[in-house]
């Protein structure tokens, strides 16, 4: 049974950072793509960043340069550092996994299993 937990949410001011983990379990973490996704408010979901099974890295364009995302397969672990935060990036953060190892994608509909998602609210 896969399980993935985050944690690391909060409130922050514009400008101000934070890490957000998420903690695997139930699957071989090594040969997963792992993906963080957001949700605002009457927002669909979108997607944040990826990172492969060899560390690869995706990002949209709204995030690149601020977020970086990586992993540490000895924790089964997946982080998300955020940098200059905007009042925008406030939304619920999930992390999320694939369905089948060695598979990796950008949309909702690429990953199965979800985390139960952190809240992040960025004060202006």
């Known amino acids: 049974q896969v399980q993935l937990v985050e944690s690391g949410g909060g409130l922050v001011q514009a400008g101000g950072s934070l890490r957000l983990s998420c903690a695997a379990s139930g699957l071989t973490f090594s040969r997963y793509a792992m993906g963080w996704f957001r949700q605002a408010p009457g927002k669909e979901r979108e997607f944040v960043a990826a990172?492969?099974?060899?560390?690869?890295?995706y990002y949209p364009d709204s995030v690149k340069g601020r977020f970086t995302i990586s992993r540490d397969n000895t924790k089964n672990t997946v982080s998300l550092v955020m940098n200059s935060l905007k009042p925008e990036d406030t939304a619920v953060y999930s992390c999320?996994?694939?369905?089948?190892?060695?598979?990796?994608?950008?949309?909702?509909?690429?990953?199965?299993?979800w985390g139960q998602g952190t809240q992040v609210t960025v004060s202006s």
């Open positions: 999320a996994a694939p369905p089948l190892q060695l598979r990796l994608g950008t949309r909702v509909g690429d990953y199965t299993y």
């Open positions: 990172i492969s099974w060899s560390s690869s890295t």
